[in-house]
């Protein structure tokens, strides 16, 4: 079956830095856009970004553009969300997902879901 497992979450600093890794098996990676989310205490789940297929299309949350950055390593089968500048707002359950759909709109329908991985940004 598909699973997508997030890791490299943990507390950091405002201001710091976190790479999150979303390990995938039981799909063709390739074949999938992948996305992250976040959801936090009494907040809808968020749309953080997506990333095309390729790689080479990306769309990202107003709230992290310019901060946070989507990639993926089709040969590993992993997508990553590097995020910098983090601030108190950007603490949350991050979750990675995939769809077999190409396109990148927040609003998308995805398939598969990761277990979530807590990121924690302490002033």
């Known amino acids: 079956q598909v699973q997508l497992v997030e890791s490299g979450g943990g507390l950091v600093q405002v201001g710091g830095s976190l790479r999150l890794s979303c390990a995938a098996s039981?799909?063709?990676?390739?074949?999938?856009?992948m996305g992250w989310f976040r959801e936090s205490p009494g907040k809808e789940r968020q749309f953080v970004g997506a990333?095309?297929?390729?790689?080479?299309?990306?769309n990202y949350a107003d709230s992290v553009k310019g901060r946070f950055t989507i990639s993926r390593d089709n040969a590993k089968n992993t997508v990553f969300l590097q995020m910098n500048t983090l601030a108190v707002d950007d603490t949350a359950v991050y979750y990675c997902?995939?769809?077999?759909?190409?396109?990148?709109?927040?609003?998308?329908?995805?398939?598969?879901w990761g277990q979530g991985t807590q990121v924690t940004v302490s002033s």
């Open positions: 997902a995939a769809k077999f759909q190409t396109t990148l709109s927040p609003l998308d329908v995805y398939d598969y």
């Open positions: 990333i095309s297929r390729s790689g080479g299309s990306t």
């Open positions: 039981g799909l063709i990676f390739s074949w999938h856009t």
